[in-house]
């Protein structure tokens, strides 16, 4: 927590409006620990030092379900990352709009929603196996649905980043 403070700081002082975490492990139990970091979160941090934070889904322990429901709690935005759910998902199927849109209310008061997209390196097979990612975003893990909506920030988390983003662009 420590250490997010300083982050804030830092942001004001470079203008940034984002703060994007993980919640993090499960230890001893995920419920227990999503209560407990929402009792941090409301201890540690100003309502305004709230708002610059967003939460992210992880590919092992806190799915979008689980994020959005801490995110609620505490009145903060949400960075969906698609492949992260995927990952956390595998062998489900996952209405990825569906999601998308339940995280966008998160968003209801900023001018944009920022997503995360990558692909993984070696194919989707376990969780823990599709968790690298590849140098490039592959054209099938590109979510079409995504095209009609306006102001969505995606960031590709790809290994050769400006080259994969020029990639992207062939896929509108
Ligand atoms: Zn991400």
């Given amino acids: 927590m420590e250490t997010l403070k300083e982050h804030f700081i ?13 919640i993090g492990g499960k230890y001893d139990s995920k419920e227990k620990t999503k209560k407990r970091f929402v009792e941090n979160m409301r201890r540690y941090f100003s309502r305004e030092e709230l708002n ?21 709690e505490l009145q903060i935005r949400v960075t969906y990352d698609i492949h992260h759910e995927r990952c956390f998902q595998i062998g489900k199927e996952i209405d990825e709009e569906q999601l998308f849109l339940e995280v966008q209310k998160t968003w209801k008061d900023f001018t944009y929603q920022r997503v995360h997209l990558s692909s993984p390196r070696y194919g989707y097979s376990t969780s823990y196996k ?34 994969a983003v020029k990639d992207i662009c062939n896929f509108f």
């Fill in 10 to 22: 830092l942001s004001r002082y470079l203008g940034i409006r984002e703060i994007n975490i993980h």
């Fill in 52 to 72: 610059y934070i967003t939460i992210e889904n992880d590919e092992l322990n806190y799915s979008i379900k689980d994020v959005l429901e801490v995110a609620q």
């Fill in 130 to 163: 599709s968790r690298p990612h590849s140098d490039y975003i592959d054209k099938d893990d590109f979510p079409k649905w995504i095209k009609k909506y306006k102001n969505v920030h995606i960031d590709i988390e790809a290994k050769a980043k400006e080259l």
